[in-house]
């Protein structure tokens, strides 16, 4: 699993894991509690999720700021239980000062605003003699502001209606029926996290694995790139420029290869020793590298294309029938080197023509940025999709931006940020 994937996952589990607590708190409500007590408990376990995602983001502000949150609220239970609310001020401001800090730096500075807007209008309730579930209703509201704001940097459309069914839920059943708010607000996402999945599982063509669903922010390349299963496609080029690893993005798209699939790694700068290989990958290394034995895959010369296409050949022979075979990797950014634009026109049309009658799919990963222009062209010309992910500075930060040609499922998109 990528490692963005993994952290998201641990977060969002954090964070299920404490509403789940705090929900059964609230439901099954231990005789003598108070609803004081009830909030600092959401509370206390919100804040434990922000301090695990600090954590796995490594994110020191945001493990200091979960502790004081927690420390401000339990300090005041003994003393003044109505002002637990200091802790989501003091959570709210802590996640919007790392904003500044860390990207994405729209999303952490407005979560931290709802945070601390939220606590300060339940603190202020207590004076203007508000009722409960006035308040309660405001932060319904913000949190389905919050959940709006995370899918918006993740790109993901139906979180975005997930929050503002939320936010509609909220002040209907208020209006209405105040005493089954809690219960409409559930039910919003009781709904939504299956319908989630079915959403995800028609964007990727495939059932979405735990992480996807669990992550807020579904990687780019494949939220904008691909509506299908990876292998039914024959030419994919992927272009990288800035310091996008290329291992990652291999891991990436092995992660998401069907079981039916078998990867045939041609791999270039990129070391097999840089990957987590399944088993049943072939591998081919396209370099240089001599005076290293015992390897336990071939190495071809990036001067000889002949050799690649001989081992490609005797990879493909050698597969079941009911295997689907991917070719994948970044070997033509050592082969570019080697060849004039002509020789390398024929040599990657003849690569593409093969994919489509044997029916099988390329997938080219090239960083862009060391080539010319005309052999970037090329790389382009041949391919079905074409994703191109850039890293470039805004605002004395870096930003990572994706755009995507698509001529099989006619996606044609502009830069966008994820």
Request: net charge neutral; hydrophobic share 50%; with cysteine.
């Amino acid at each position: 699993m990528p490692n963005r994937t993994r952290t998201d996952m641990r977060i969002s589990i954090g964070f299920a894991t404490g509403f789940f607590v705090a929900f059964l708190v609230t439901i099954f409500t231990p005789e003598g509690m108070t609803w004081d007590q009830i909030e600092a408990v959401w509370t206390v376990v919100i804040s434990a999720g922000f301090v695990n995602h600090g954590i796995w983001d490594r994110d020191r502000g945001l493990v200091l700021g979960g502790f004081l949150s927690i420390a401000a609220t339990l300090i005041s239970l003994p003393f003044t239980p109505t002002f637990f609310p200091v802790g989501w001020i003091v959570l709210g401001c802590a996640v919007a000062v790392s904003g500044f800090f860390r990207a994405p730096r729209t999303e952490n500075l407005l979560i931290g605003i709802y945070i601390a807007l939220g606590g300060f209008i339940r603190l202020l309730s207590v004076y203007l003699s508000t009722s409960y579930f006035s308040a309660m209703m405001v932060w319904m509201v913000l949190i389905g502001l919050m959940i709006m704001t995370v899918a918006m940097e993740g790109k993901n459309p139906l979180m975005r209606f997930m929050g503002a069914s939320c936010i509609l839920a909220s002040v209907v059943s208020y209006t209405f029926f105040p005493e089954f708010m809690f219960l409409s607000v559930a039910l919003v996402f009781a709904v939504g996290m299956p319908v989630n999945i079915v959403y995800l599982h028609r964007l990727l063509g495939r059932t979405p694995n735990i992480g996807e669903i669990f992550s807020f922010a579904t990687r780019a390349l494949f939220l904008h790139g691909l509506k299908k299963p990876i292998d039914q496609y024959d030419v994919i080029a992927i272009l990288i420029k800035g310091n996008i690893g290329a291992e990652k993005v291999i891991h990436d798209l092995m992660h998401r290869l069907g079981a039916r699939c078998t990867p045939i790694l041609l791999l270039g700068p990129t070391a097999p020793t840089q990957l987590s290989l399944p088993k049943d990958a072939k591998i081919g290394w396209v370099s240089t590298i001599s005076g290293v034995s015992d390897l336990e895959y071939p190495i071809l010369s990036p001067e000889d294309p002949s050799r690649v296409n001989v081992f490609l050949t005797k990879t493909l022979k050698t597969l079941p029938e009911d295997r689907r075979p991917v070719i994948l990797g970044d070997f033509l950014d050592n082969m570019i080197p080697h060849m004039d634009e002509s020789l390398f026109y024929k040599y990657y049309s003849d690569l593409a023509s093969a994919a489509r009658i044997l029916n099988h799919t390329v997938i080219f990963l090239v960083k862009a940025d060391i080539h010319s222009e005309v052999d970037v062209n090329i790389v382009k010309r041949f391919a079905d999709v074409i994703i191109e992910n850039r890293e470039r500075e805004e605002k004395g930060r870096l930003v990572r931006e994706v755009r995507v040609s698509n001529r099989v499922d006619n996606i044609h998109t502009d830069w966008k940020k994820y």
